[in-house]
């Protein structure tokens, strides 16, 4: 059966954006983002709110034209382009590039998703992550940690995200520029 991974950049307080979606902070060189890349290419799918969404469809469809794209970018477009996307909301009509629209998270409809053959779903942004820790659909969660305190902003886990939630480091790697990685497999009980 596949997993949910909650798959996040977050800064060492725990925010994964500052006020008015600041992500300016972000640590992502060439190296962080090829390891970034080669564990979405994994990926049997991609689910995200509307506003993670929204951020990401206003840049990767195109993001390999423009000239100064590095190759961990250009890659990274191509890959955004060819993955099954799956965005929660309850207003969105339309979604292109490969874009299923999920009105809800219904456990049962999620775990029918997962049972589906194909690699791991990654699961990004706040609020539906929160949404799926209260319901005990996460199974995995992969961090990157960057070496920066933003002090306010859109916390990763606000305080109603989740219950007591054990896990179990399976991962953790240091780059070059300080970003660490975390991996951590929930232990459901």
Request: avoid cysteine; charge should be negative; proline fraction near 5%.
């Amino acid at each position: 059966m596949r997993k949910i991974v909650l798959m996040m950049s977050v800064s060492l307080d725990g925010y994964i954006e500052g006020p008015d979606h600041d992500i300016s902070w972000h640590r992502v060189d060439d190296e962080v983002h090829r390891n970034a890349n080669d564990a979405v290419r994994q990926l049997g799918g991609i689910l995200s709110g509307r506003v993670t969404h929204d951020l990401m469809a206003g840049f990767w469809p195109t993001a390999d034209a423009e000239p100064e794209a590095s190759a961990p970018v250009a890659d990274f477009a191509q890959i955004w382009r060819n993955i099954p996307k799956y965005v929660y909301s309850r207003t969105l009509q339309h979604a292109d590039w490969n874009t299923t629209i999920v009105r809800d998270v219904v456990p049962e409809e999620v775990n029918a998703l997962k049972e589906q053959a194909g690699g791991d779903l990654g699961l990004g942004g706040a609020d539906l992550a929160a949404s799926f820790l209260r319901h005990g659909l996460v199974d995995a969660i992969r961090l990157y940690v960057h070496p920066v305190l933003i002090g306010r902003g859109t916390p990763l886990f606000p305080g109603t995200a989740a219950a007591l939630t054990p896990l179990h480091l399976t991962e953790s790697k240091i780059f070059g520029n300080g970003v660490a990685l975390l991996r951590y497999d929930v232990l459901h009980e």
